[in-house]
């Protein structure tokens, strides 16, 4: 299983708000799963950044297409050398 990124830049209509609960709940549906690590959007930029875990670009490309609001954007699959963050880590000991 490899790590992912995705590098996603969106644009907005009218439609695209009414597209974001049913997407949320796709979103939610990954993460339960396990295939997606992470998740952050960025309204100044329009841009998204998705960590996925997939055994392949293919693959993680399958998952992002069966977003509501695939229509609305372009995007680049990373492969990821290195990914660490506090999730990772062991709880930092606290003595009594």
């Not at 974001?20 to 993460?31: E, F, G, K």
């Not at 960590?51 to 293919?58: G, I, P």
Request: proline content about 4%.
């Amino acid at each position: 299983m490899k790590k992912l990124q995705a590098i996603i830049k969106f644009t907005m209509d009218d439609h695209f708000m009414q597209l974001v609960p049913p997407h949320r709940t796709y979103i939610n549906y990954l993460i339960n799963k396990g295939i997606i690590d992470s998740y952050a959007v960025s309204m100044e930029t329009q841009t998204c950044w998705i960590t996925l875990n997939a055994d392949s670009k293919t693959e993680a490309d399958r998952y992002l297409a069966k977003s509501p609001l695939y229509k609305y954007w372009t995007y680049q699959i990373e492969e990821l050398f290195v990914y660490d963050s506090q999730q990772y880590r062991l709880p930092s000991v606290q003595l009594n």
